[in-house]
């Protein structure tokens, strides 16, 4: 499908420019404004909508892509009744932090607030799994667009169902995410790979990389399955500044996987001077271009990226058109990245 790229659409649907309807479009990506356990920096719920705005300047064509976006990239609307869910219980959330923290005696209401939390979390996966059931039922390609990294749980979910978890699960971040719970919330940010690897439908494999923060009871939980294979971060920078090449790390990360690969990418795993504005910002990680190269390996190894999602993208608590637009625009180009290596490596 050809179209004119010159084309400019409303913010208010669609992505990158292009022109395209659900209908007309190989790959559909679903905004998810969620950010209701986030504990320290705040405005990942506005993560879509930054990267929808900042998506309209980048040129469509790509050197390691080329007229991939030919076959239509299609944002959906802004849920704006998941969005105004996320605010009422982010402050319940808020209010069980502090009440915790200051340790208060008030277990009735802490008890309260904890289960209407996890309730709420309940129903976004949901909401999320019979969205993305959808999506993938229609034979398009799946791209989740968080929200903080508890968003994409229903997304992976209805992944491993339609591939028999016969997957890996390829996961950036500086966190490990594997914390059983967190502040009391079953579905925190932080437990999402925790919760993904004790699901029933769990992928074959986890493999992490960019690990740089995480507490002992996660490290432990790591090294007691032989289902997850976590580089951290350090080791990985050790090996780089002993001279070897990234291209050799990656073929490591790489081999780790199996045939078919869904990518869970939560932004702060990169350096944070491309994502100043993340939750929970942590030194260290990788540049842009390091990841780029990681995908263009990927997607040139014969795998299959059989969905993805991209997380913790944010405006730093305030509303976009008062934000920083860099954490934009670096979302946006990796998401334009994603995009592409899905439809490269699901030819039809
Ligand atoms: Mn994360």
Redesign the pocket.
Known sequence: MSFDATTTVSAEFGIFGIPLTEEQSRVILLPVPWEVTTSYGSGASWGPSLIREASAQIDLYDLELGKSYEQGYHMLPHPVEIKNLNDKMKLKAQELIELVTNQSSDQARMDQLRAEVNQASHTLNEWVYAQSTRILENGKLLGLVGGD?SSPYGAIRAVCEKNSSDIGILHI?A?S?TRKAYHGFTHS?AS?MYNVMTAPWKPKKLVQIGIRDFCEEEYEFIKSRNDIKTFFDLDLKRRLMNGEAWARVVQDIIKELPEKVYISF?I?GLDPAFCPHTGTPVSGGYSTDQIHYLLYELGSSGKKIVGFDL??VSTGGVTPDQADPWDGNVGARMLFKLCGWSVLTNKV
Do not use: F, G, V
Request: no cysteine; net charge negative.
């Open positions: 990294h971040d966190h995410d940010h999402i939560d702060d997380n913790e």
